[in-house]
């Protein structure tokens, strides 16, 4: 029988090397390539742990070269892709909004377009991740369905929406297979130190202030990377052609308590007296266009698929600050800038 070829893109990344990880351990039967560019936010050591099994394969692409990922799908018989690469980091979407629009729009055109013409359309699958940015911000009551409306603010979520529709218009003009997630925020392990959680703990970790956009009031729903990566798991395997299903942890926090939260465990952890870390908060200039509100109802993932969340925040937030606190190595070498040196040590030196 022949081996499926599953391409998942930005496997280096955040959520990514999750997929990866947990596709190349878990279905042996399938060879898993990892189709990444390597931007800032693409880290192989993040694979460090899987980079030697045989269902495992790197190709350094930019999915926006589209004379390259033509001539990749040619040479390979790709039977599913699961497309994760994107530029992710809504602040750096206000300062440099094209590159959003090139990666995550062109970029994910070219994909589509060469699963199209050379992937195994007759048997595979396309599979978008995408965020519940889309839907643009709640008020204080209500919650984001497949069905709300798509109001994206800020450049990030903008060029995501535009991607969905890409996603969409290739199923409905070219029957292309294809199916679409919209995930809430996700925290764990491997996350680039840029975005709230990480940031966060490495400021408390070496006393340095914990710059709070705004009052600290907007409020984001949080899911352990790891259970978006079993529902993507899922949804791959089981999610109807042409669906949405929106993933989500059932787990708001306000900005500002969630901070508190991590000061609290972190004075724990670092035998710091209790509220000392809390003196770091900062309140500084909020973002501009920042959404009030997001709340993901993921009842249909729930209801027709079986997936819910596997465990307690709690739990998937303590874990959390003891890998980053454990794991210095990894977090030096993203600050320092060691980290891009990983793939001409491991790779290039190779060849
Ligand atoms: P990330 O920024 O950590 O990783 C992105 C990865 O994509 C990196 O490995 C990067 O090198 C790669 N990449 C970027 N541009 C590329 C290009 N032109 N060609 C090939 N590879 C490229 O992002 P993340 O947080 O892991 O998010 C992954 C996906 O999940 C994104 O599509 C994002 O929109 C979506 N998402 C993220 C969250 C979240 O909380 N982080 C929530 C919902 C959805
Ligand atoms: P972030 O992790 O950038 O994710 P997103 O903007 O995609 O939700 O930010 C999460 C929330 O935290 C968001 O409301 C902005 C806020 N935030 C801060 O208050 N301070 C910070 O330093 C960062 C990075 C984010």
Redesign the pocket.
């Known amino acids: 029988m022949n081996r499926k070829k599953i391409v998942i ?8 090397n999750h997929v990866v990880r947990l596709f190349v351990n878990k279905y042996q039967d399938y060879d898993i390539i990892n ?9 192989l050591e993040n694979l460090n742990d899987i980079e030697q099994k045989e269902n495992y394969s790197f190709a350094h ?4 070269d589209e004379e390259a990922i033509n001539a990749f799908f040619k040479q390979n018989h790709i039977h599913s892709v699961i ?7 809504v602040d750096r979407s206000i300062t440099n909004p094209l590159e959003f629009v ?3 729009v062109l ?1 994910t055109c070219v994909m589509l377009n060469a699963f199209k013409n050379f992937g195994d359309v007759a048997n595979g699958r396309f599979y978008h ?5 889309v839907y643009g911000e709640l008020g204080d009551e209500g919650l984001f369905t497949e069905e709300t409306p798509y109001t994206p603010h800020s450049p ?1 979520s903008s060029s ?1 929406a535009s991607s969905d529709h890409f996603v969409r218009a290739y199923h409905d003009t070219y029957k292309l297979p294809i199916v679409i997630s ?5 925290y764990g392990s491997h ?2 130190p840029e ?1 709230l959680i990480p940031l966060m703990i490495n400021n408390i970790k070496d006393n340095k202030p914990l710059p709070v956009y705004g009052k600290g009031d907007n409020v984001r729903d949080w899911l352990w990377v790891e259970d ?1 990566a079993r529902a993507i798991d899922v949804i791959f395997h089981s999610g109807a052609d042409g669906e949405t299903y929106n993933i989500g942890g059932n787990n708001e926090w306000s900005n500002l308590d969630l901070v508190y939260k991590l000061c609290d465990l972190m004075d724990d952890k670092l035998n710091r007296a209790a509220g000392e870390s809390r003196k770091l908060v900062t309140f500084v200039t909020d973002r501009a266009g920042h959404d009030f509100r997001y709340a993901i109802d993921a009842s249909k993932l729930k209801n027709d698929l079986g997936w819910e969340p596997s465990i307690q925040f709690d739990e998937g937030f303590s874990n959390t600050i003891d890998w980053y606190l454990t794991n210095h190595s990894w977090l030096n070498n993203v600050l320092n800038g060691e980290y891009k040196q990983y793939y001409t040590k491991m790779y290039e030196s190779k060849h």
Not at 61 to 64: H, P, R, S
């Open positions: 893109t930005g496997g280096a990344g955040f959520i990514g189709l990444d560019k390597l931007t800032y936010a693409g880290n692409l930019d999915i926006c497309h994760l690469a994107a530029e992710s980091h090139k990666t995550n970029g991740v995408s965020t519940d940015e990030y995501k919209n995930c809430s925020n996700n996350q680039f975005k978006h």
